[in-house]
Nanobody, 125 residues
């Protein structure tokens, strides 16, 4: 059983930056991929970015590619989402997720088993 706790959300002006953190515990994380998803008010939850624990292979949604960077710190069992050039449409609750897989690429965009509680990101115009 993997437990995930997000932090780092907040209010930022358009064009600004935020870094989200996701602390993971439980399970053997080397067998997992970690993802970030987001859900804006009135919209479905959508994939943003993912990373494999082994090899640190990354995959991004087109909407965030070039602006967001996902990374992981194996020593701290923590995954980060560095968000730059933020836009008002990035406003959402951001969720960290984990799934057991050795796949990479587009296979990382769904099928997650474990979820954090979410952290709010608000981008003002």
């Amino acid at each position: 059983q993997v437990q995930l706790v997000e932090s780092g959300g907040g209010l930022v002006q358009a064009g600004g930056s935020l870094r989200l953190s996701c602390a993971a515990s439980g399970g053997t994380l080397s067998r997992y991929a970690m993802g970030w998803f987001r859900q804006a008010p009135g919209k479905e939850r959508e994939f943003a970015a993912a990373i494999t624990w082994i090899g640190a292979f990354t995959y991004y949604a087109d909407s965030v590619k070039g602006r967001f960077t996902i990374s992981r710190d194996s020593a701290k069992n923590t995954v980060y989402l560095e968000m730059n050039s933020l836009k008002p449409e990035d406003t959402a609750v951001y969720y960290c997720a984990a799934k057991r897989t050795y796949l990479s690429g587009s296979a990382l965009a769904g099928g997650y088993d474990y979820w954090g509680q979410g952290t709010q990101v608000t981008v003002s115009s």
